[in-house]
DNA sequence: CGAGATTCATGTGAAGTATACCTTTAGGCTTAA
DNA sequence: AAGCCTAAAGGTATACTTCACATGAATCTCGTA
């Protein structure tokens, strides 16, 4: 019976109108074809860039922006153009695209040279070397490999607020340290203020040349929005309003594209799941929902377990008292007790204060110091996970447990 | 009553330690001449 | 003698611990009105 019934879901299955021509579109890691509203910042990044195309040196670039304003997708459109061109030419120039803030990839001056190495087909070990031993691997590879070497640092400011600016410094220093091969930069930043607190040698010759791209407003995504929907899914297939909707809820949050249009696509998976043929106001609101959840999901669960334990009996602290926020010393006690139950090594309070702290750069928890005056200080840790995800959460986190 | 000292509970920086992993080197074994 | 493998030695980055000092407002203390 149940086979009879898979076989008639699947040909249903196939019968039925998808609603995606083409997911792939919608998708966040898409360059598309088009880029609206974004015309004078790519004029200026090529602008800045043509010089590569005959082996001088192109200025190094700072972009700001907040997230989903399309820096990323900007600067890759560039230099992909840039990229084909130059090989049709046979002209040689290297890219290299790095995101600093996935973690354990390049989140310390180790590991972004050794990744940069990687970008550019040798291989390094992940620990072991000296680090002037992976910078000296580096310079020796470059003029062999390329003599324009053009280097995407994205999300920079994670990098510099885990591992310092001397890393940079290094980078700029290069070009005086080479003579057939030469570097540019171009370092991205969600951060708007994140250069003031920069040494002054590396900000002046990161920031030759600076640009923001500004925040997209409600009409220009309703642009980008149809744009690519038009592309991505069936005629007809999205209801009226859906897209203003969609919108709004992005404008909202300062412009941000890429949330945008991972709500459509969601909405649209979801809509198909439940055999909609069209995508309706209420597949909105449950991506939206959906949305917060699997980013939660992705990041918790990718978590180390000693995070993943400290975030616990937090969470589990927090429901239990019902009281609106948790102390160090206390949560420190409890975690002490779930530590054992789940067979690892207690940590130190100095770490877990630590720990702490990196959870609240995640988004996950909030923490801040107060003080108690005669009752001392400590940090007051809040939870910044929705309530009705809380529960989730907490089941997720025991099962990774058991 | 108010200014200044005290106090508490933990924040936080620096330095040290453990672990996991890397390369180099030396010794032992095998192999081919 | 040359070539290859293995184990030990020596070195590193990273996560964590230890130590020691810093913080900052509620409370206490004490001089003054």
Same mark, same amino acid.
């Given at each position: ?5 898979l076989?008639?879901?699947?040909e249903s ?5 998808p609603l995606?021509?083409n997911k792939?579109? #919608?998708? %966040? ?5 088009? $880029? ?6 790519? !004029?200026? @990044?090529? /602008? ?23 820096k ?6 560039v230099?992909?153009?840039l ?7 046979s002209?040689?120039v ?17 590991r ?8 550019l ?7 072991g070397l000296?680090t002037?031993?992976?910078?000296k ?7 062999s ?8 640092l994205?999300e920079?400011d ?11 410094y290094n980078l700029?220093? #290069?070009n %005086? ?5 030469? $570097? ?6 969600? !951060?708007? @203020?994140? /250069?003031?607190n ?7 010759s ?7 791209f500004?925040p997209?407003?409600?009409?220009q995504?309703q642009d980008i ?5 038009t592309?991505?899914?069936r ?5 009226d309003?859906?897209i ?5 809820y ?5 412009g941000d ?12 998976e979801?809509?198909?799941r439940?055999?909609s ?22 990041i ?34 409890y ?11 207690p ?12 959870l609240?750069m ?7 110091v107060?003080?108690k005056?005669?009752?001392?200080r ?16 907490e089941k997720l ?6």
């Amino acid at each position: 019976m149940v086979q009879r019934d898979l076989d008639g879901f699947f040909e249903s299955y196939l019968e039925k109108d998808p609603l995606f021509l083409n997911k792939k579109i #919608i998708q %966040s890691n898409y360059t598309p074809e088009e $880029i609206p509203h974004r015309d004078k910042e790519i !004029d200026s @990044v090529a /602008s800045i860039l043509a010089p590569a195309l005959r082996l001088d040196r192109p200025s190094n670039i700072f972009i700001y922006g907040k997230t989903g304003t399309g820096k990323t997708l900007t600067v890759k459109y560039v230099l992909t153009r840039l990229g084909t061109l130059c090989e049709k030419k046979s002209i040689n120039v290297k890219f290299v695209y790095i995101n600093c803030k996935l973690k354990r990839v390049a989140d310390t001056e180790y590991r972004l040279i050794a990744q940069i190495i990687r970008e550019l087909g040798s291989d390094v070990p992940a620990t072991g070397l000296p680090t002037d031993e992976v910078y000296k691997l580096f310079f020796d590879m470059l003029p062999s490999k390329t003599q324009l070497l053009i280097l995407v640092l994205d999300e920079i400011d994670q990098l510099v607020g885990k591992a310092g600016d001397e890393i940079l410094y290094n980078l700029t220093r #290069i070009n %005086s340290d080479l003579h057939n091969c030469q $570097i540019s930069l171009i370092g991205i930043s969600n !951060d708007l @203020v994140f /250069s003031n607190n920069l040494d002054p040698r590396v900000k002046s010759s990161l920031s030759e040349e600076e640009l923001v791209f500004p925040p997209y407003n409600a009409v220009q995504l309703q642009d980008i929005l149809r744009h690519r929907s038009t592309l991505a899914f069936r005629e007809n297939s999205i209801e009226d309003g859906v897209i203003e909707k969609c919108a709004a809820y992005a404008a909202r949050e300062h412009g941000d594209a890429r949330r945008a249009l991972e709500l459509l696509r969601v909405s649209g998976e979801l809509a198909e799941r439940q055999n909609s043929n069209k995508i309706k106001m209420k597949h909105l609101d449950m991506a939206e929902e959906k949305i917060e959840r699997d980013r939660l999901v992705d990041i918790i669960s990718t978590q180390p377990k000693q995070h993943q334990v400290v975030l616990y009996s937090i969470i589990k602290l927090y429901i239990d008292s019902k009281s609106k926020s948790i102390f160090t010393g206390d949560a420190y006690e409890y975690y002490k007790t779930v530590v054992k139950k789940v067979h690892l090594r207690p940590l130190t309070q100095r770490r877990f204060s630590d720990i702490v702290a990196e959870l609240d750069m995640l988004g996950i928890i909030c923490a801040r110091v107060v003080s108690k005056g005669r009752y001392g200080r400590t940090k007051e840790i809040g939870i910044d996970i929705p309530e009705q995800n809380l529960k989730d959460i907490e089941k997720l986190l025991e099962d990774i447990f058991s």
